[in-house]
């Protein structure tokens, strides 16, 4: 084998040729590698924030009551009924004030509501006859206020939905029947529209 210096010289110039190409072989490859990993991230990101936003919507969409009043009013009043009434046996469980025929706590049902009225409630013969030791006896007055104003919230809204749904000849008539239920079930009738203001 000859070793002359000519010879190295030209093994060592088609060594270095080679690595060369070699290396720009594999620079290209990891290139193309980095290139593949960022779009695959990339998508992988989109598809993500995709989903993110289609569950944003859809979220949005089941507790959008406004939405869900215009497409059901009719389940929507069913529902308001049956929740104010399950209030009511909760209240009356509790030994909270109830609401009869002649209006929360045996008031006229025509007079106004205990919650403007400028006396105070008095406590019913049976608190007085049990020395007051009842949960709600000494919180008779605000429990008959804040019923009469779930029920006063509760059927203003069913009210506006109802009200929405009619032509408007009609709205006034119906407000007013609405605000005369709302009345005898023991509530102080909300003037104004509840819908648009929540």
């Known amino acids: 084998m000859d070793d002359s210096p000519e010879v190295i010289r030209q093994q060592m110039e088609e060594t270095r040729a080679s690595l060369s190409e070699k290396l720009e072989t594999l620079e290209q490859q990891v290139v193309e590698t980095v290139h593949e990993a960022k779009a695959a991230v990339t998508d992988t990101v989109t598809t993500v924030k995709d989903a993110v936003h289609e569950t944003v919507a859809s979220v949005k969409e089941s507790f959008d009551i406004e939405h869900h009043m215009q497409q059901h ?86 009210r506006d939905i109802i009200s929405g749904s009619v032509p408007e000849p009609l709205k006034l008539q119906v407000s007013e029947v609405m605000n005369g239920f709302t009345s005898k079930l023991g509530g102080e009738p909300i003037r104004g529209e509840l819908l648009k203001t929540a």
């Open 73 to 158: 009013p009719w389940a929507i009043l069913g529902g308001s009924i049956a929740l104010g009434y399950l209030a009511g046996r909760l209240f009356e469980h509790l030994g909270a004030p109830s609401v009869s025929a002649n209006g929360v706590n045996g008031m006229d049902a025509n007079r106004r509501s205990p919650m403007y009225e400028s006396e105070p409630a008095k406590p019913s013969a049976s608190h007085e006859s049990d020395g007051g030791h009842s949960l709600f006896g000494s919180f008779e007055p605000e429990m008959a206020r804040l019923k009469g104003l779930a029920v006063g919230a509760a059927m203003g809204v069913v």
